[in-house]
């Protein structure tokens, strides 16, 4: 059974930091993009950054919003996925999800989304308040 488990979450002020970490068991792919999402109240989910594997590179893409401030990596152990986040800001604020392909993936630049991923973590909470 696949499981996706994201931790790191909580409370913070704007310019602070987090470090979100998720971790896997029972997944087949660690050599696959991976990646972080996020969904805010009313909002749709929304891609926040992605990692193809060594093998194939290790490409990171960011959206917009994100880039400059937040770093997607994987453990040295290749069974964790991190994201650091630096310079929080309030619109930051969502609920964060680790996800992983059904099968081995590449994400090219600008094309991924979450129909992309067919395992999710649960979430986990940030919040960032002024």
């Known amino acids: 059974q696949v499981q996706l488990v994201e931790s790191g979450g909580g409370s913070v002020q704007a310019g602070g930091s987090l470090t979100l970490s998720c971790r896997f068991s029972g997944y087949p792919y660690m050599d696959t993009c991976m990646g972080w999402f996020r969904q805010a109240p009313g909002l749709e989910r929304e891609g926040v950054a992605i990692i193809n594997s060594d093998a194939s590179g290790g490409m990171t893409d960011y959206a917009g919003s994100v880039k400059g401030r937040f770093t997607i990596s994987r453990d040295k152990a290749g069974n964790s996925l991190l994201l650091k986040m630096n310079s929080l800001k309030v619109e930051d604020t969502a609920v964060y999800f680790c996800?992983?392909?059904?099968?081995?993936?590449?994400?090219?630049?600008?094309?991924?989304?979450?129909?992309?991923?067919?395992?999710w973590g649960q979430g986990t909470q940030v919040t960032v308040s002024s």
């Open positions: 996800a992983a392909p059904e099968r081995r993936t590449y994400c090219s630049r600008g094309g991924w989304g979450p129909r992309n991923f067919g395992y």
